[in-house]
């Protein structure tokens, strides 16, 4: 089994708007895009499981092929909770 | 109708510093206009809440000074959107008077135009009675005392307001807009010189508002070349190229959806968008599609202060504490509730971050089965005055120094602090209390224009 930092060129997390986050995986090539999407190891299931979040959390998760990316947008925890 | 404009965004947020020599370059290409956006929330909600401005006054000074050199050389106009950060009324003229500054200095001549954002809360208030406000994204429902007890209530301008100023003033040199969607001055632009496709100037306005964000590596100045039917993007750094991968990967920096982007009148949907190389490093663009929305809607900012704070940071290398961390903090907190009502009826708050174990994640930290070396802890106390801030957070502080634990061995105090005085006031904390869209009359009802010639 391959690690996804191994095969991804950008993992990275950023706020979008004070009440979510994102987080966003980027491949260098399409062969390697096709073949991470094609392995349906990256589901809502897996996100659920590995961050111990309900499913109404998961706002998106979805593979975008113009930017070779699979993106996961989510609320933030704490989120309205003063800063 | 002009075939092709250009547009000339020196740098992702004003006052962030150009580098000069690419703003040259940039201006020497040819551009017709100098587009930068002036705002964001990526900051936090102390901004709009205290009425502060995202960069120092000198920062905000330095990028104007270089920029309206560049537009007196070409005669070409400079628009600003949210300007100040927050861009609530009086960062407007807070901008507008370092421009004037400049141009006196300069001898420049100048006419302004201010475009305001702020709202009332009477109007929030009636709208909200009446049904027409929903929550942005994941924002929570909205709430009567949300309005009441915001500082400032901002609106992000759509395109009209700066058409209109645009189209009645055709000689006007600035304008100088508040909280605005980040692409609206792009697409103003546009929209006067006669570029009919929203799909093209909307797409163009979200990649450029970044300014050379889209390139590799990401810079600072960028050119966009828009015509009707594609737009071209090329760094003005002889050293970065934008390449098809790079502005498709831009499409999903910060957004929710990378395909489907809303805004106010509408979404823009990028499911059709080609990124076609013309070179090594420069990218044509087409393909968007703007579908207007049937109601039209403006997203609201406004922040509240929530309380005053107080801090505490230090370590611990104990590791029969460390070791029992989570359940000694849980201890502790119980016992401050126990000795401040405020703390169980929730009127003041008291939390802590354990750097080393998952200061960063918190809740979400996957990596539970360890036990670190030693742990940073980061405390702080809200509450509604400072001095009540101050008292809770000493009783915090004290507490970790010397609640006892089971097994401890280290008997006479068990937490380093770095800092003295060991506890440290910090002053107002904000929230954003409102986050939400709002049906609006028009387009244009929310924001009023003013002229003025700076001779």
Not at chain 2, 25 to 45: E, K, L, Q
Not at chain 2, 302 to 315: D, E, K, L, M
Not at chain 2, 362 to 386: H, Y
């Amino acid at each position: 089994m391959t690690q996804l930092q191994h095969l991804a060129q950008v993992i990275r997390s950023k706020n979008s708007g004070p009440f979510e986050i994102t987080f966003d995986v980027m491949f260098a090539d399409a062969g390697t895009y096709r073949r991470v999407e094609e392995s349906g190891v990256l589901t809502p299931e897996l996100v659920c499981k590995l961050y111990g979040v309900p499913p109404e959390d998961i706002v998106a998760l979805l593979f975008f092929k113009p930017a070779l990316a699979f993106v996961h947008p989510a609320p933030r925890l704490g989120a309205g909770k003063h800063q | 109708m002009t075939t092709e404009i250009k547009i000339l965004p020196p740098v992702g947020m004003l006052g962030y510093g150009i580098p000069e020599a690419d703003f040259w370059r940039g201006i020497d290409a040819g551009a017709d206009a100098v587009v930068v956006d002036a705002g964001s929330t990526d900051p936090g909600p102390y901004l709009l809440g205290l009425g502060k401005m995202i960069v120092a006054a000198s920062a905000l000074e330095r990028d104007l000074r270089l920029i309206l050199a560049g537009c007196n050389k070409r005669k070409i106009p400079l628009l600003i959107g949210s300007a100040g950060g927050p861009g609530i009324g009086k960062h407007v003229d807070e901008t507008i008077e370092t421009i004037r500054r400049i141009a006196k200095e300069k001898s420049y001549r100048l006419k302004v135009a201010a475009v305001y954002a702020d709202v009332k809360p009477e109007l929030v208030r009636d709208r909200f009675a009446s049904g027409r406000i929903v929550p942005c994204a994941s924002a929570p429902a909205l709430k009567a005392e949300d309005i009441e007890e915001s500082t400032h209530i901002v609106a992000q301008m759509g395109v009209e307001p700066i058409l209109k100023v645009l189209r009645e003033h055709p000689d006007v040199n600035v304008v100088v807009a508040g909280r605005a969607y980040d692409p609206a001055p792009y697409a103003a632009f546009c929209m006067l010189h006669g570029i009919e496709d929203p799909g093209i100037f909307w797409h163009m306005g979200k990649i450029m508002e970044c300014g050379a964000n889209c390139a590799e590596p990401k810079g600072r100045v960028i050119l966009a070349t828009i015509r009707q039917d594609s737009f071209d993007l090329e760094p003005m750094n002889p050293l970065e190229r934008c390449t098809p991968l790079s502005v498709a990967a831009h499409t999903l920096y910060e957004k929710t959806r990378p395909d489907l982007l809303a805004g106010p009148g509408g979404v823009l949907d990028l499911t059709g968008a080609t990124y076609v190389p013309l070179n090594d490093r420069t990218v044509r663009v087409s393909g968007s599609v703007f579908r207007p929305s049937p109601v039209y809607q403006v997203k609201l900012e406004g922040a509240a202060i929530a309380g005053q704070r107080t801090i505490f940071v230090g370590g611990i290398r104990d590791p029969i504490l460390v070791g029992q961390i989570d359940t000694f903090l849980e201890a502790l907190k119980k016992r401050l509730a126990g000795v401040f009502p405020e703390l169980q009826s929730g009127a003041a708050q008291v939390d802590f971050h354990v750097y080393g174990k998952n200061g960063v994640m918190g809740a979400l930290e996957p990596e539970k089965d360890f036990v670190p070396l030693e742990v940073g802890i980061l405390g702080e106390v809200t509450a509604a005055t400072q001095d009540l801030a101050n008292a809770i957070c000493s009783s915090a502080r004290i507490g970790v120094l010397h609640m006892p634990y089971k097994g401890q061995m280290a008997t006479a105090g068990n937490f380093a602090i770095p800092l003295n005085p060991p506890e440290n006031p910090i002053g107002p904390v904000c929230r954003f209390s409102l986050y939400h869209l709002m049906e609006v009359e028009s387009p244009l009802e929310l924001f009023p224009s003013r002229i003025e010639e700076i001779a």
